[in-house]
Structures are given as structure tokens and as C-alpha cells.
């Protein structure tokens, strides 16, 4: 009689077996010294050599599209082939583009680079153990685009969460507060602002001190890579204040008297700016023009505050008013 063959059930038996773990450790080692002698031979293959432009004119830049990098192919053991796919070693060979032909192609204009006129500096960077054959990329053609700079101001990117009854105490600094962008024209022209990295806190107490990169965006330069960035943090209070309530808009020979003649504000205010907001540092106004326009009553409106407070609340919104003529 015939026993019907089950893949799973010799799976199953391997599995069970106690010799098991024997075979697969000489698996693995028998893989091991696989792999090392494969890589003691020597191998051809093509590595991306590192390339960049530079001595460009100040109103001019490359295509951010263009190549940087030469194809190479080379012959070395496995060993340093692997190595470089794992690590690229290489530091990039400086191509200087004013010592380059121009080319045009209809509306298009460059220069070009012939890898071949370069091969001996490709040869000088690479590791002894490594052998050129033959460059690749035989030509590189390099559009020239308009360069175009301009101021921007930094603003930072923030997500933070406070300790209780701590909040930001003034305005946060950032030096310097601008930088200058250079780039294609095109893209220069939309960006209106440089936001930082973000910034990051959950239970901020402190005030925050940090030196904090801009974001790369391609195609653009910064005059700097990163902007320090205060954030003054510290525990608040409550303050109120009563601030005197004036009109605008008051014709000639009128006289005003609203009631009440204060309104009441109240604000929160770090601990170290208590003692120094005084009712001065406020405006309450109402609009003599809006008399009749919408009731009998005129709202008062908060206009100069102080810096450094928050949820600010005042009290009365609208008040009542006398009006004497001049007779």
C-alpha cells in the first residue's frame, strides 16, 4: 500500500526533530563562509560617483534637476564593493562650470561636461583597491537658471503644552529674525516666510533656549542653516484694571460723559510683569460716529493693550452716555 506524500507532515516532523537546531547553525555558518569567500573575488560594478558644481555666477545656478552624480564602473573585491553600497565614502569632485563650454538647445541654455576630461579626478578619489574601467555617463549637460534672492522672515513652528498656570510670558525672539533665500526665480517668488523646525514641548515650565535648523527646501539656499529661537516661559496670575473709557470722532463744541466712565479689564500676566502694567497701558474707546446707528447704548472697544497678557476680558462691553452741546 502507498502512503499518500505530505509536504506539511515532513515540516512537521523537521520541526520536532532535535537535531533541528544543529543543522540550521551549520546552515548558517556554511552561508557565512559562502558569502566571505564570494566576496574575496574581485566584481564589476557601477558605483554613482559623487559630482558638484561650483564657480557659478551670483545671478546664476544650476537646473535643480541636474545629475550629481558620474556613473563609474569599476572592478574591486566584494568586500570594498559592499562597503560602498553601505557607506558612500567618497567626497564629491568639484567641477568648476566657468571653465566649461556653454551649449543652447532652442530656448535652453547651458553648459556641458565631458566626464571623460575629468576621468584622472575620479581616479584620485577612488581607494586604491578600486580599479576604473570606463566612465558611464560620457556627457552631463547643465541648464543654467536665473538666480534671484530675497529677505524673508523666520517664523518658528511650535506645538507646546504648559505646566499648570504657566504660559508664555512675552514675545518670543528669534536671531536673526530673517534670512536671505537665493534660488530659482520661481520658486523664490512664492515663499513668503521660512518656518523653523518644529519645536516641541509637553509640560514647558522653563523658558526655551534652542539653536534650531530650517527646513531644506530644494532648489534653495539659505544665507545660514539654523536661527536661535527664546521662548519666554513663567508662571501667571490674574490682574485687573480700571481704564478710563474716552470717545473719538467727538465733533467740536460736544461734550461726552459715558457711564459708568471705567470699564473693568482683566487679563492673566506672568509673574515677573505683574507690578508693571498699569491702567495706562490700556485704551478704551468708544465711537461717537455710531451714536444712533444701532442703539442707545455705545460699545466700548479695547484698542492699545500691553505686551505679555493673555484671555483678556473687560467689563462693561457697552455703556450709557450724556451729550452736551456748546450753546
Same mark, same amino acid.
Given at each position: 500500500? %502507498?502512503?499518500?506524500?505530505?509536504?506539511?507532515?515532513?515540516?512537521?516532523?523537521?520541526?520536532?526533530?532535535?537535531?533541528?537546531?544543529? $543543522?540550521?547553525?551549520?546552515?548558517?555558518?556554511?552561508?557565512? %563562509?559562502?558569502?566571505?569567500?564570494?566576496? =574575496?573575488?574581485?566584481?564589476?560594478?557601477? &558605483?554613482?560617483?559623487?559630482?558638484?558644481?561650483?564657480?557659478?555666477?551670483? #545671478?546664476?545656478?544650476? /537646473?535643480?534637476?541636474?545629475?550629481?552624480?558620474?556613473? @563609474?564602473?569599476?572592478?574591486?573585491?566584494?568586500?570594498?564593493?559592499?562597503?560602498?553600497?553601505?557607506?558612500?565614502?567618497? /567626497?564629491? !569632485?568639484?567641477?568648476?562650470? #566657468?571653465?566649461?563650454?556653454?551649449?543652447?538647445?532652442?530656448?535652453? %541654455?547651458?553648459?556641458?561636461?565631458?566626464?571623460?576630461? $575629468?576621468?584622472?579626478? $575620479? &581616479?584620485?578619489?577612488?581607494?586604491?583597491?578600486?580599479?576604473?574601467?570606463?566612465?558611464?555617463?560620457?556627457?552631463?549637460?547643465?541648464?543654467? @537658471?536665473?538666480?534671484?534672492?530675497?529677505?524673508?522672515?523666520?517664523?518658528?513652528?511650535?506645538?507646546? +503644552? %504648559?505646566?499648570?498656570?504657566?504660559?508664555?510670558?512675552? =514675545?518670543?525672539? &528669534?536671531?536673526?529674525?530673517?534670512?536671505?533665500?537665493?534660488?530659482?526665480?520661481?520658486?523664490?517668488?512664492?515663499?513668503?516666510?521660512?518656518?523653523?523646525?518644529?519645536?516641541?514641548?509637553?509640560?514647558?515650565? /522653563?523658558? &526655551?533656549?534652542?539653536?534650531?535648523?530650517?527646513?531644506?527646501?530644494?532648489?534653495?539656499?539659505?544665507?545660514?542653516?539654523?536661527?536661535?529661537?527664546?521662548?519666554?516661559?513663567?508662571?501667571?496670575?490674574?490682574?485687573?484694571?480700571?481704564?478710563?473709557?474716552?470717545?473719538?470722532?467727538?465733533?467740536?463744541?460736544?461734550?461726552?460723559?459715558?457711564?459708568?466712565?471705567?470699564?473693568?479689564?482683566?487679563?492673566?500676566?506672568?509673574?515677573?510683569?505683574? #507690578?508693571?502694567? $498699569?491702567?495706562? #497701558?490700556?485704551?478704551?474707546?468708544?465711537?461717537?460716529?455710531?451714536? +444712533?446707528?444701532?442703539?442707545?447704548?455705545?460699545? !466700548?472697544?479695547?484698542?492699545?493693550?500691553?505686551? +505679555?497678557?493673555?484671555?483678556?476680558?473687560?467689563?462693561?462691553?457697552? !455703556?450709557?452716555?450724556?451729550?452736551?452741546? /456748546?450753546?
Amino acid at each position: 500500500m %502507498f502512503h499518500r506524500f505530505s509536504l506539511s507532515s515532513v515540516f512537521s516532523k523537521m520541526l520536532k526533530s532535535r537535531d533541528l537546531p544543529v $543543522f540550521l547553525m551549520f546552515l548558517v555558518i556554511s552561508f557565512i %563562509f559562502w558569502s566571505l569567500n564570494a566576496l =574575496r573575488k574581485d566584481r564589476v560594478a557601477n &558605483i554613482k560617483f559623487p559630482v558638484v558644481f561650483i564657480n557659478f555666477p551670483e #545671478d546664476a545656478m544650476a /537646473d535643480p534637476k541636474t545629475m550629481d552624480y558620474v556613473l @563609474l564602473k569599476v572592478r574591486s573585491q566584494g568586500f570594498h564593493l559592499l562597503q560602498y553600497q553601505l557607506v558612500n565614502m567618497f /567626497d564629491p !569632485v568639484e567641477i568648476k562650470v #566657468d571653465q566649461l563650454p556653454p551649449y543652447h538647445r532652442g530656448s535652453e %541654455f547651458g553648459i556641458y561636461f565631458l566626464s571623460r576630461q $575629468f576621468s584622472r579626478l $575620479f &581616479i584620485s578619489q577612488l581607494p586604491s583597491q578600486m580599479e576604473l574601467i570606463e566612465l558611464q555617463s560620457d556627457t552631463l549637460f547643465i541648464p543654467i @537658471l536665473p538666480r534671484k534672492s530675497k529677505k524673508v522672515a523666520v517664523k518658528p513652528l511650535l506645538r507646546l +503644552g %504648559f505646566e499648570r498656570q504657566h504660559m508664555i510670558s512675552s =514675545r518670543i525672539m &528669534i536671531r536673526p529674525d530673517s534670512v536671505v533665500v537665493s534660488g530659482f526665480s520661481q520658486i523664490v517668488d512664492t515663499i513668503r516666510w521660512i518656518s523653523t523646525e518644529l519645536i516641541e514641548e509637553r509640560n514647558a515650565k /522653563d523658558t &526655551i533656549e534652542r539653536r534650531i535648523k530650517l527646513p531644506q527646501i530644494n532648489g534653495i539656499q539659505y544665507n545660514l542653516n539654523s536661527v536661535d529661537v527664546t521662548i519666554p516661559i513663567e508662571s501667571f496670575t490674574q490682574k485687573s484694571v480700571n481704564v478710563p473709557v474716552s470717545v473719538i470722532s467727538l465733533p467740536e463744541n460736544y461734550h461726552f460723559k459715558s457711564f459708568p466712565s471705567n470699564v473693568q479689564v482683566s487679563f492673566l500676566v506672568g509673574l515677573s510683569k505683574f #507690578d508693571k502694567i $498699569f491702567p495706562d #497701558d490700556f485704551s478704551a474707546v468708544v465711537d461717537f460716529s455710531t451714536v +444712533g446707528l444701532t442703539s442707545e447704548r455705545l460699545k !466700548v472697544k479695547i484698542e492699545k493693550t500691553p505686551e +505679555g497678557i493673555q484671555n483678556m476680558s473687560y467689563s462693561p462691553i457697552f !455703556v450709557d452716555y450724556l451729550i452736551e452741546k /456748546d450753546r
